[in-house]
């Protein structure tokens, strides 16, 4: 043991010293858990997290149903800002959201004409259907108030039945809740906290764990060790040791991160979720071995491991919830390391489903991790 424990400590001694492993393990980490668990949040809030969008609404003379469709648009989360035209601003640029209507807008609709309504928008493509949802939500419930305003009362559509209307409370109301525990997909930074934390210990593992391998191999220490009094298989132990240790600063370090600087919630099988990341951890660290046991070259070594840690990354989601995948890709994900390490921990954390839940992901992650690590055994060389 003492051999193995000697050959680890100066694996990470060593691994630590290199800044492109310091920038990849502490820097890195916390700059994607900030960047995707923002890009990804836009629903914990409501529709637009919390946020409305500015839109310029543009009808000449609208009248009293102005106000009503001024609620509806706010309801959708729309901000909007009412002008009698469109214009340009100092620089020549039309507004970015633009809903215009017919003009003498109240009046036509109390006359029993049709209204024109058009929406342009210079959204991005991902953004743009959303937005049209939500404008015609807005719109339809504006007609559906206006229907039943007129249903209800033997005088002329005006305001004050509209405001009747809007004060009365609902018939029908619908309650929405989940059917025990937590449900909802996990998105924000409960998705990007674990995602990015189990992606890049892979990542680190797969690169600099592996790299270092084959540069000893080449430099001739491997030889050096072959010589020493020592077996292979402490050799052996004493690499996989150093990339186990490696990886565990890796997740202990984005847990503090993500625990203290983005509040992350980890739920109440804290304890299991520690046994997911370990199982997780030695899976990564006889990946990175088994790699540096084939690779020839260190180019090779680092090419190969980020392909591999991204395809698996995208596959096993750890980019985006694996439940607005596909069908297809949903069954890839139970073929996936990632796939496990992101299910055990969605299931832990977003969908609190007891530790028990858990347990068959953590038997393969440490079965896989003892396959891979006997075959990384066997194709262990010094030279």
């Avoid at 210079?122 to 719109?139: G, W």
């Avoid at 229907?147 to 929405?176: G, K």
């Avoid at 890839?332 to 609190?352: C, R, V, Y």
Wanted: aromatic content about 10%; overall charge negative.
């Amino acid at each position: 043991m003492r051999s193995i424990f000697f050959i680890a400590w100066h694996d990470v001694r060593h691994q630590l010293r290199q800044g492109g492993t310091l920038v990849w393990l502490f820097v890195m980490p916390p700059i994607f858990f900030y960047f995707i668990g923002t890009v990804t949040g836009g629903f914990q809030g409501g529709l637009t997290g919390g946020t409305a969008t500015p839109i310029v609404v543009a009808a000449e003379n609208p009248g009293f149903l102005e106000e009503q469709l001024d609620l509806r648009l706010r309801e959708n989360e729309f901000d909007p800002e009412w002008r009698a035209q469109v214009v340009a601003d100092a620089e020549g640029n039309l507004p970015r959201r633009v809903l215009t209507f017919d003009a003498n807008l109240s009046e036509q609709i109390v006359a029993g004409e049709r209204v024109k309504a058009s929406y342009d928008t210079r959204a991005s493509a991902l953004s743009r259907d959303f937005e049209a949802i939500r404008i015609q939500r807005s719109l339809y419930t504006a007609v559906a108030d206006v229907v039943a305003a007129e249903a209800r009362s033997a005088e002329p559509l005006d305001a004050n039945a509209l405001a009747e209307l809007n004060a009365e409370t609902r018939v029908w109301q619908l309650d929405v809740s989940t059917a025990g525990k937590r449900q909802i997909i996990p998105d924000g930074f409960d998705q990007a906290i674990p995602g990015i934390l189990v992606m890049f210990t892979l990542l680190v593992l797969l690169t600099s764990g592996s790299s270092m391998l084959v540069l000893e191999r080449l430099q001739g220490l491997l030889r050096r060790l072959a010589s020493a009094p020592m077996t292979r298989s402490e050799v052996v132990a004493g690499k996989w040791g150093g990339r186990m240790v490696l990886a565990s600063l890796q997740v202990g370090f984005a847990v503090i991160v993500g625990t203290f600087v983005f509040k992350m919630r980890w739920g109440p099988d804290v304890a299991m979720i520690v046994v997911v990341l370990a199982s997780w951890a030695a899976f990564c660290a006889s990946a990175g071995l088994l790699l540096g046991s084939v690779a020839k070259t260190e180019a090779q070594a680092s090419g190969l491991g980020v392909l591999v840690a991204n395809l698996l990354a995208a596959l096993g989601g750890c980019w985006w919830p694996i439940e607005v995948t596909p069908g297809w890709m949903q069954s890839l994900q139970n073929f996936m390391p990632t796939g496990w390490a992101m299910d055990a921990l969605h299931k832990l954390i977003s969908f609190e489903a007891g530790a028990v839940a858990a347990l068959p992901q953590v038997i393969t992650l440490l079965v896989a991790s003892l396959l891979v690590g006997a075959l990384a055994i066997n194709r262990f060389k010094y030279e």
